[in-house]
């Protein structure tokens, strides 16, 4: 299991745009949002091919300026860690 978390800046007038392309994604949630653009979201996949995949759909969906990694944490066996 790959989680990681990003701030994605979107054009200001397209944030309402971005949060509804970002809903359509599984394993992406959005936890913040400001005034000028920037949310920050956590992601969360299967396995490194997913996270990649993940990333670069986010950076396609309209309204998207950028999308930067912040944190990144892998877990071999993550039911095993509880």
């Known amino acids: 299991m790959n989680i990681s978390s990003a701030i994605i800046h979107a054009r200001p007038g397209d944030?309402?745009?971005?949060q509804a392309g970002l809903a359509t994604l599984d394993g992406v949630e959005v936890h913040v949002v400001s005034p000028e653009?920037?949310?920050?979201?956590?992601?969360e996949t299967d396995d490194d091919g997913?996270?990649?995949?993940?990333?670069e759909r986010i950076g396609q969906l309209d309204g998207v300026m950028?999308?930067?990694?912040?944190y990144?944490?892998?877990?071999?066996?993550?039911y095993k860690e509880i």
Not at 37 to 43: A, H, P, S, Y
């Open 15 to 18: 944030v309402a745009i971005v």
């Open 50 to 55: 997913s996270n990649v995949a993940t990333y």
């Open 37 to 43: 653009g920037k949310l920050i979201v956590t992601i």
């Open 72 to 78: 990144h944490q892998t877990e071999s066996e993550p």
């Open 66 to 70: 950028s999308a930067a990694m912040v």
